[in-house]
């Protein structure tokens, strides 16, 4: 089971502006081949078909707690792309046109299928698809993928914070790099344990550090590069600290396996668009609703 928590891992800006166009780019780090959605149902499919769980716990640890993660993840981006699209269009009567800025944007369906808000697509509108979740049985080969995939996503990251200079875009950005990374060498780890393979000497990859994006800094500075949560208060998910340990091969600061997880941060409230019928209720509508939900209480 999964334990849901109203919170984002950071705190998002929130701006007076949006750039629906920004927002678009950003749609490949939910959607995309290496977005979230990816890494989510990858380590999710690989965690529930894991084969040996006893024997091999602290290799099922690993990938089941990161899995908690990347929901996280996926509800950042997707809530990053929302606050992109503010301001896109106005409220006034459809005969004014109030939705014209659609026309003029990349992702037109955001205005026409999701009221603005974000939807499992990439960057161009292609549908994210269970074709892109490798779980091949085999522990190193599902490692391995997983270290590639983790790779991709921070190029596919540090790509689109080169492409908007929007603050909200590039704080998570900024923070995903930082975790993203934690990732990386946490496969990177995984693997030399199952094969005595040392792959952290080829991180990063690429090789920029993360210091050289503004964004990423305080996360780096409060440790987040080094931390794995275990997304669990109970213990179930302990054994990764024998997986995760040593010290970090680019920073030297020590690894921290935390159980549970971090200090979490207010879900931004998105406005309502009359324009786009969203939510659709107006304050008669409201006031019938209320009144239902108060009867027999």
């Known amino acids: 089971m999964f ?28 959607g995309g081949k290496f977005g979230e959605m990816s890494t989510l ?17 602290p290799f099922y640890d690993l990938v089941a707690s990161i899995t908690s993660e990347e929901i996280g993840h996926v509800e950042l981006v997707a809530n990053t792309i929302n606050l992109l699209n503010k301001n896109s269009s106005f409220s006034a009567p459809p005969n004014m046109t109030p939705l014209q ?12 299928a999701s009221a603005q808000t974000s939807l499992p697509f990439d960057s161009m509108g292609k549908p994210w698809t269970g074709e892109n979740v490798f ?3 085999n522990l190193v080969l599902d490692l391995l993928h997983n270290f ?20 909200t875009a590039r704080e998570m950005i900024g923070y ?53 949560f275990t997304w669990n208060y109970v213990g179930d998910y302990e054994d990764i600290n024998k997986i ?6 680019i920073t030297n600061e020590p690894l921290i396996v935390q159980q549970g997880a971090p200090k979490g941060y207010k879900i931004p409230e998105l406005d309502e668009l009359p324009e786009e019928f969203a939510p659709g209720i107006g304050p008669e509508e409201f006031q019938m609703i209320a009144k239902r939900l108060m009867a027999n209480i």
């Not at 750039?19 to 939910?30: F, G, I, K, R, Y």
């Not at 800025?101 to 026409?112: A, C, D, E, P």
Request: aromatic content about 10%.
């Open 3 to 30: 334990h849901r928590v109203n919170q984002l891992p950071i705190e998002l800006p929130l701006l007076e502006y949006g750039d629906a166009n920004a927002a678009s780019a950003v749609q490949e780090l939910l």
């Open 176 to 228: 995903l790099l930082v975790r993203g990374g934690a990732h990386v060498v946490a496969y990177a780890k995984a693997i030399e344990m199952a094969t005595g393979l040392d792959v952290t000497r080829m991180l990063p990859i690429p090789s920029l550090d993360n210091r050289m994006f503004d964004q990423a800094n305080k996360y780096e500075d409060r440790g987040y590069g080094n931390v794995l």
């Open 148 to 167: 590639f995939l983790e790779c991709g996503a921070r190029t596919h990251k540090m790509r689109v914070f080169e492409m908007t200079d929007h603050p």
């Open 244 to 249: 995760w340990k040593g010290t970090h091969p």
């Open 101 to 112: 800025n659609g026309k003029n944007m990349r992702n037109t369906q955001s205005f026409i």
């Open 41 to 57: 149902n990858n380590y999710m499919f690989q965690s529930f078909n894991f084969r040996g769980k006893k024997k091999l716990k």
């Open 135 to 137: 779980s091949s049985g």
